[in-house]
Structure formats: structure tokens, C-alpha cells
């Protein structure tokens, strides 16, 4: 934890992701990444000069063996509100919509249910799990798919809901991420759609770890690339 904790740091304070008084709704999907946000950002909260709330929101998308029960008690250990938003995500994408590429679809329903609860429960920002390799995977999709060098930024701005989005663990490696859940022998939700695994950016990931077969610092590098470039939203803001 004490490594997720220094990644996290340097990620909220190279760009004041939380300030003082915010009240940060925690998109908790219960896989490993957003269920070591949650305690991680439980920590953090606990030394963080800057005081602040947060609440954990689960979507439900409707999938098969999308079991809360033990986010539930988790959050209760730890003394953090949650709260569970029942949606028909998978009747709409798959059954109504029968996408052939529906992960798009998915993200963004789950997304705006998200941005409406947390603004429901007073929240002003929101929390995501999303770590290094998936900033890095978000990059390589737009380069070779669209032809923009561009990924999503730590910290980005929605007008129409007056609501900030911040990643604090964009810094973080997902091997990090892999140990603290297994060393604590901590339960995640199972991957529970058909679609898990055949994604582009499974695509994505595969490529990274195999050019870093043969560069190994490929991570890093490509890091360093993104925070020189002029990419949108990766200018630091603290000194």
C-alpha cells in the first residue's frame, strides 16, 4: 500500500486533484483497480493536508454474478457510504441494441449513471481507478486506431454537470495494483461479460507486454513521451 500511496501522491499533487472541502463520489466497480482505490483512497484521506469526503457508488449493470455483497461489507468496515445504482446496461447494449463493438456503449452508459449519482449525493468530483497501463493502452488505441496522440488526462472538466473527473492512480503500475490485492487476499467482483478478454484494448495490452520483452523501460518511456508532449490536460499544475 505504501507504494499505491506514494504513486497517488505525486499524482494528486503534481495536479491538484483534491482540494480542500471536495466531496469525491468513488466510481466502485468492485474489480481490483477500483476496489484498491477504495482503501487506498481511505488512507489517503487520513493524512492528506487537505480535508475531504468521499462515497463509494457502485452501477450495476445488470450481468450475471455481479455480486455487491461483500462491497457492501467492506465499505461498512471501513465506515464509507455506498451506495448501489441498478441499471439495464446489458438489456439495453446487448439485447436491444445487439452491439457488435459494445464496449463503447457500455462505458459511456455506465459513465453518465455515474456523473447523475454523484451529483444526486452532493458530490463535485469524480474518482476513477484508471492506472498507468490503462493511460498507456488509451494512448496506443488513438495513435493507431484514429491517428491522435492524445490519451484521457489525470484530471478533466464536464460543464454541463459542473463536476470534475481525477484519476488518482494514473501513476500507479498495475503490478502494484495485482500485489496489494493478492498480498491481502482481498475479494474482487469476477469478470462477468462475454466480451472480457476480446477487447482492442486486450489488443493493446498484449502489444505493450511484449515489446517489453525487449524494452523494458518501453512503460516508462512511453510515460515520459506523454508527459513532454503537448497532449490535452498533462501540463502539471503544482510545483
Same mark, same amino acid.
Given at each position: 500500500m505504501q507504494e499505491i500511496l506514494k504513486y497517488m501522491r505525486k499524482a494528486v499533487e503534481d495536479f491538484n486533484m483534491i482540494e480542500e472541502g471536495d466531496k469525491i463520489g468513488l466510481g466502485? @466497480?468492485?474489480?481490483?483497480d477500483?476496489?484498491?482505490?477504495?482503501f487506498a483512497l481511505d488512507r489517503f484521506k487520513k493524512f492528506f493536508p487537505k480535508k475531504f469526503d468521499f462515497i463509494a457508488i457502485s452501477i450495476d449493470p445488470g450481468f450475471e454474478g455481479f455480486n455487491t455483497d461483500f462491497l457492501k461489507q467492506t465499505c461498512k468496515q471501513l465506515d464509507i457510504e455506498y451506495i448501489i445504482y441498478d441499471s439495464h446496461i446489458k438489456e439495453i447494449v446487448f439485447d436491444i441494441r445487439d452491439e457488435k463493438n459494445p464496449c463503447s456503449l457500455c462505458a459511456n452508459l455506465r459513465r453518465g449513471m455515474l456523473n447523475s449519482v454523484a451529483k444526486e449525493h452532493g458530490c463535485n468530483k469524480i474518482a476513477l481507478a484508471h492506472h498507468m497501463e490503462d493511460m498507456l493502452e488509451t494512448f496506443l488505441l488513438n495513435v493507431l486506431y484514429t491517428g491522435n496522440i492524445s490519451t484521457f488526462a489525470p484530471v478533466t472538466y464536464l460543464d454541463k454537470m459542473d463536476l470534475y473527473t481525477i484519476r488518482p492512480l494514473i501513476y500507479t503500475p498495475e503490478k502494484d495494483i495485482k500485489t496489494f490485492i493478492k498480498k491481502n487476499n482481498i475479494s474482487v467482483i469476477p469478470k462477468c461479460c462475454s466480451m472480457d478478454g476480446y477487447s482492442k484494448r486486450e489488443d493493446m495490452k498484449k502489444l505493450i507486454n511484449s515489446? @517489453?520483452?525487449?524494452?523494458?523501460?518501453?512503460?516508462?518511456?512511453?510515460?515520459g513521451a506523454i508527459q513532454r508532449s503537448n497532449i490535452k490536460g498533462w501540463k502539471k499544475i503544482a510545483n
Open positions: 466502485l @466497480s468492485g474489480g481490483k477500483s476496489t484498491t482505490l477504495l515489446l @517489453s520483452r525487449d524494452i523494458p523501460y518501453i512503460k516508462s518511456n512511453m510515460l
